[in-house]
């Protein structure tokens, strides 16, 4: 039975509609369906009174059981869908709510923080950007009215061409379709229809929601689900009016400041968090069954069951996770997922392999975004353990006789969580430290005598085993105190055999610090025992169908393996669909990709992994946008060159715009191993790479000249690099760069000569035009070199005599090098004139103007020699002697005035060797 408005014979406006299951509903209806604010009664008594959308519970409501007990909260599609609070009746002045997130009739989404959770904060040793890590949720893009994307309606699949139809205004439903068709479910809803029925939904408020659609919001977790949750309640944040609780507050407030005690969904969903944390497989499974929390559920800070067990190796816990139904990749909110943060323990910053980006980065000191990776794991043990025995000593003289656990216990004190296997690993030297072996005849020193170069103390010294002479053994010592060399290796070997032993590695974890305990065998036992149950806990989520591009937080999973230059899971990631196409951040990390950090890894595993990434389809020519290089913006003024002004000088010279560094750059980059810096030019130049690319200024061709790299100069070349390509930064040419005083280190005298003729043999020209000097002066190769040469005045101004002996040769050196490029340049200038006459007299030597088929009256034959003698003089002024064509006064020859000179020496010099039997 309905009482109410009628609108074309529908149910239109306000009404009650009655039921005979006896279901009663008193509001708003439209074309037909309950639509608007109403009333909803079933009929064992239960009530929900809020806002319904084409018949299905949409945004606030309030539903109130039979047994009194009331959830005050949002909705969609007739389920609970996000902020909202259930109140327990019964419980008389003592109020019991479950307060958070919700999804259906579940908590998702905990007010209260669990301890020990895995955050980036307890990782200073990465860099972490939280604006840049939230996604941007577009409020413009229409809601679906579905809860989840797997219940999409059926058409949602349909092409671009039939979505983008229904957004047109001009797109309309035969009319009258109401009348006979109410399935606004799956029909296909054009804008229009869509306007009206947020208008009718909305009422006045409508104007406000579309105004809303023009901003983005920051997302509070990168989840899709959590993301949908969020643009849910932005979108009905203006129906809050009336709500016993604020919803913002449910997101930003902690549990405690909610005057209610937790409910029992609250307990459960955190218990759950614990025991997921703990490992307690049978309380997972037990919670899980009863169907109390979902799988899925988060603290305040986004940390799930599936991040906590994985972090802490439960490899049971994880599978009854995953079994009942957890989302692998959910993130927690600061964009990690379990499998990153599984990467984050398994490859500590330490285990990185020395990488040429870590020296780009350290350029800038914005740019201080990883620990200095530790070319030695012996250097970084002994820091550490030093550390250590300073520590543990002057805890030993503020208490003249502390018992050793206490020192123990003591030094636990100040190590942090991410310290505790570094310290565990530190060859004996700390268990050492806190004994105070007897002095031995051989030991004896006074104190007195007893201090070392480094200020150390000949008694610390004595307490490191592997620093103290080998002692005779004697029958009347303790076996104790007896120093002996115990070797690296057999330790180990020792810690790999105990790392087997359950037992022996039960019980004790190295991530805060306890470890040490055990002594450094123990230790290492015990961390290699947790380093193989993370690998088997990465394998397991890969294998469950973790995905290794969700969640780059602190950057992606194939990142980390790349960096530390793990072949095997290279493979095991791309393998399961690892992007190589992914970016770190441009604000701290350079905007690399992991095709670049592969390129600038200094081990012999670099040629492999950026083999692997070539096939995985990387793209050779992606550029990051780091601009600090090491090779300094060198020459273009004699102070500083301002951005604008490069800019200015490279679209006036026609250079090509700097985008920033490649691979291939990177690869030139190197000089640690020239072979497999050669061998990763070859990969990346026979995948495409372009040759010709600037950067700071350089090209690759540059970049392997300065490294000193002849082997990748030589590659480039035979691949097309153009050995006469502007560079800009005031870097000239690849000539500039070879001849530059600041690499002569990388090569003998001879070589940077045989350099030289290797590049003017593939194309390098010597008369290219090249700008140098404050004042932007416009000269050749010659005129830069020798500009380059008398900036060093200790080396040019000063007199030959007065030189030491390395001067002396780093002058010959120079001058040999200038008197070369002088030749080459004499050499190209003739090789340009005879060319041009050439072609001038092309059309002469046509009509037979030579002197001895003319009659030497004919006035044609004169006009000719006057000719020649018109097109000998050459284009190109130049010095003869050293080349030099800019900031010399150039005369020329007396007798033939078809050369020139700078100087009165050049002009003796070159008549000497060579211009007398020319001229």
């Not at 405690?256 to 955190?270: C, M, N, Q, W």
Request: glycine share 6%; with cysteine.
């Amino acid at each position: 039975k309905y009482s109410g408005e009628f609108v074309d014979d529908m149910r239109h406006g306000t009404g009650s509609h009655t039921w005979k299951s006896g279901e009663v509903y008193e509001g708003s209806f439209y074309k037909d369906h309950m639509h608007g604010n109403g009333c909803y009664t079933w009929r064992d008594g239960s009530t929900f009174t809020g806002s319904f959308y084409l018949d299905q519970k949409q945004g606030y409501g309030t539903l109130t059981f039979v047994n009194g007990d009331v959830f005050e909260g949002l909705y969609k599609a007739n389920e609970r869908f996000g902020p909202g609070v259930l109140t327990y009746a019964g419980h008389g002045q003592c109020k019991v709510q479950d307060i958070g997130w919700w999804c259906r009739d579940k908590l998702i989404r905990l007010c209260t923080r669990v301890e020990g959770a895995f955050s980036m904060h307890d990782h200073k040793e990465y860099k972490y950007f939280e604006e840049e890590t939230h996604h941007q949720i577009d409020l413009s893009e229409n809601e679906s009215s579905d809860l989840f994307a797997h219940n999409a309606t059926s058409y949602s699949f349909l092409s671009e061409q039939f979505k983008a139809a229904l957004s047109s205004e001009s797109t309309v439903l035969p009319n009258g379709i109401e009348i006979y068709s109410k399935d606004y479910e799956h029909l296909p809803q054009t804008s229009k229809l869509k306007k009206e029925l947020n208008q009718a939904f909305f009422g006045a408020d409508y104007d406000l929601v579309c105004s809303d659609k023009l901003y983005t919001v920051v997302a509070i977790n990168n989840t899709p689900l959590s993301m949908k949750i969020q643009k849910h309640i932005h979108t009905h944040r203006h129906q809050e009016k009336g709500l016993s609780f604020i919803p913002d507050e449910i997101s930003t407030k902690e549990r405690s400041f909610f005057d209610s005690k937790s409910g029992p969904l609250e307990h459960a969903s955190r218990q759950l968090l614990l025991c997921a944390g703990a490992g307690d497989a049978h309380s997972v499974y037990s919670i899980l069954k009863s169907g109390a929390a979902d799988p899925n559920v988060a603290d305040r800070q986004g940390n799930n069951p599936i991040i906590s067990a994985a972090t802490n190796c439960h490899l049971d816990v994880v599978n009854i996770l995953l079994d009942m139904g957890a989302n692998i990749n959910q993130v927690n909110d600061q964009g990690t997922s379990s499998l990153s943060a599984c990467h984050v323990f398994y490859y500590p910053v330490d285990h990185f392999k020395t990488n040429l980006l870590d020296q780009i980065h350290a350029k800038h000191p914005e740019y201080g975004v990883f620990e200095k990776p530790k070319t030695k794991k012996r250097e970084s043990i002994k820091r550490r353990s030093s550390s250590i025995s300073s520590k543990v000593k002057n805890r030993r003289e503020s208490s003249p006789s502390p018992a050793p656990s206490d020192d123990s216990v003591s030094l636990l004190d100040g190590i942090g969580a991410t310290e505790g296997i570094e310290i565990c690993k530190s060859d004996l030297k700390s268990r050492s430290a806190e004994k105070k072996p007897k002095k031995t005849k051989s030991s004896k020193v006074t104190e007195e005598n007893s201090v070392t170069q480094d200020g150390s103390s000949s008694s610390d010294v004595l307490h490191q085993i592997f620093l103290t002479e080998e002692l005779a053994f004697e029958s009347n010592e303790n076996v104790v105190d007896l120093d002996a060399k115990v070797t690296q290796d057999l330790i180990e070997r020792t810690a790999t055999l105990l790392s087997y032993n359950e037992r022996a590695v039960s019980g004790v974890s190295t991530r805060n610090g306890q470890a040490i305990r055990l002594g450094t065998t123990g230790a290492l036992a015990v961390w290699k025992a947790e380093h193989s149950q993370l690998r088997k806990t990465i394998e397991l989520l890969l294998l469950r169908g973790a995905d290794p591009n969700i969640g780059p937080v602190p950057f992606p999973p194939l990142f980390f393996a790349v960096k530390a230059a793990d072949i095997s899971a290279v493979c095991l990631l791309l393998n399961k669909g690892a992007s190589t196409a992914f970016r770190l951040s441009d604000k701290g990390l350079g905007g690399f990709n992991v095709l670049h950090v592969a390129s600038g890894i200094m081990c012999s595993e670099g040629v492999k992994l950026v083999e692997l990434l070539l096939h995985a389809n990387a793209d050779p020519n992606t550029c990051a946008h780091d601009r600090y290089g090491i090779y300094n913006k060198m020459h273009t003024c004699e102070g500083t060159m301002t951005l604008d002004d490069m800019h200015k000088n490279m679209d006036s010279m026609g250079l090509s715009e700097d985008l920033g560094i490649t691979a291939l750059h990177i690869a030139c980059h190197r000089d640690d191993n020239y072979k497999d810096a050669c061998d990763v030019t070859h990969l990346l130049l026979n995948n495409a790479a372009k040759p010709d690319c600037i950067w700071t200024g350089h090209s690759p061709l540059s970049l392997a000249i300065a490294s000193g790299n002849d082997l990748c100069v030589k590659k480039l070349l035979q691949f097309g690099a153009d050995a006469s390509l502007e560079l800009s930064d005031g870097l000239g040419s690849a000539l500039c760069v070879a001849s530059d005083p600041q690499y002569e280190f990388r090569r003998s005298p001879e070589d940077r000569i045989s350099l030289i003729d290797w590049l003017v043999k593939f194309g390098a020209d010597m008369l290219a035009p090249i700008k140098f000097g404050s004042k932007q002066s416009t000269g050749t190769v010659v005129d830069y070199a020798h500009w380059l040469f008398n900036k060093d005045t200790r080396i040019s101004r000063t007199p030959y005599h007065a030189l030491n002996i390395k001067e002396r040769e780093a002058y010959n050196a120079r001058k040999n090098l200038l008197t070369h490029l002088g030749k080459l340049l004499r050499e190209s200038a003739k090789n340009l004139d005879r060319r041009t006459t050439q072609e001038n007299f092309s059309g002469s030597t046509e009509n037979g103007l030579y002197p001895h088929e003319t009659d030497r009256d004919d006035h044609s034959v004169k006009y000719a020699f006057e000719l020649c003698k018109f097109f000998r003089k050459p284009a190109f002024k130049y010095c003869y002697e050293c080349g030099r064509s800019v900031g010399v006064h150039l005369t020329s020859c007396t007798r033939c005035h078809e050369v020139y000179y700078c100087s009165r020496a050049c002009k003796l010099k070159a008549w000497e060797e060579r211009h007398k039997y020319e001229c």
